[in-house]
């Protein structure tokens, strides 16, 4: 049962996405915002620990390999259409986010698939924190909004606080994607152009 841990953390992730967005677009529950919220957080410590385990107890398994980055990008990319569709953020940053992390994890997968591994950099963990920073600065925005304080929700509008992080996250996400495909195009031309 141990070594199913890491894979039951990730699938929790998956389970744990819709139910996020249930509470957060859909129920009419008096705190319902602030479920999604709590649910979210608890989805991204499954995030925290899944390959953490893993790897500190050799538990890893090509079904891990794929199935978490699979539970992250549908966590992350699930919160920030989500906020597109409450119109906290721009679509147009969020389906360039998501070409670049929908690519890269495919490839990633690809590579992991043939025992090659990505050259990664901290620019791509940046990337990383930085979505999940964005995500609980909307989350907290629409807290604010849903309990009534409105004083303070109102200057994440006065001063553009959310597409101002937003931007930034984007430019750095489309950054590092580029960063992916310089260091890697290599192992990439091997993979995608043998025969």
């Known amino acids: 049962m141990q070594k199913h841990i890491p894979n039951l953390l990730s699938l929790s992730r998956l389970v744990l996405t819709p139910i996020f967005l249930y509470f957060l677009l859909f129920s009419e529950y008096q705190h319902a915002k602030l479920i999604s919220v709590i649910i979210f957080t608890i989805a991204s410590i499954t995030d925290a620990f899944d390959g953490q385990i893993a790897r500190k107890y050799g538990l890893e398994t090509r079904i891990g390999v794929f199935l978490d980055p699979l539970a992250d990008k549908f966590l992350v990319l699930s919160a920030l259409f989500s906020f597109v569709f409450l119109g906290d953020v721009h679509l147009w940053m969020v389906l360039l986010i998501s070409f670049r992390d929908i690519i ?92």
């Open 104 to 195: 890269i994890t495919i490839l990633r997968m690809l590579m992991e698939a043939k025992g090659i591994t990505m050259i990664t950099s901290k620019a791509g963990k940046l990337k990383t924190v930085l979505q999940i920073i964005i995500i609980n600065v909307v989350l907290f925005y629409i807290l604010l909004k849903a309990y009534g304080f409105t004083d303070y929700s109102e200057i994440f509008v006065k001063y553009n606080i959310i597409y101002i992080m937003m931007l930034i996250t984007t430019l750095v996400t489309v950054y590092t994607g580029l960063h992916y495909f310089y260091f890697n195009h290599k192992k990439l031309k091997t993979i995608l152009f043998e025969k």
